[in-house]
């Protein structure tokens, strides 16, 4: 019996594991590092996800993508948030690189409250009264 007292004596009464002040210049830097490798990997989650449920089409231009070229295709959030990924994709849309690029231009035009007074751009028209034209032709 006294041998257990005093083995539990001389344990608790050991020097308490010291805590590390020492400031560190690099902790910073390294949490930003983390938090970008973070961003990196939780974009790459969701991209992998969305491309696992999502058939790889483009939800505008309807172009469809094999595998090596499935860098081209990117995953637009329907409501601008790039944290709310909801696991059934219902706030994911595949987007080729133009159309992803359109989309966002379309919403800041939208934003900026011009957009419907602008002029259309007449070459459009020509081009497509070309292109009738040429159809019409053909015909
Ligand atoms: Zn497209
Ligand atoms: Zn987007």
Redesign the pocket.
Known sequence: MHHWDKMTKSSRNGPPPKKKTTPDPDRLERLVAEANRARAARELGYRERALKILPWV??????SFERARLRELTVHHRDGNHDNNPPDGSNWEL??L???ENEHARVEDARAGGGADKPAAPATHKGLAGLEKLLKGKK
Not at 58 to 63: H, L
């Open positions: 483009c939800g505008r231009c309807a172009r987007l080729c133009y159309c992803h």
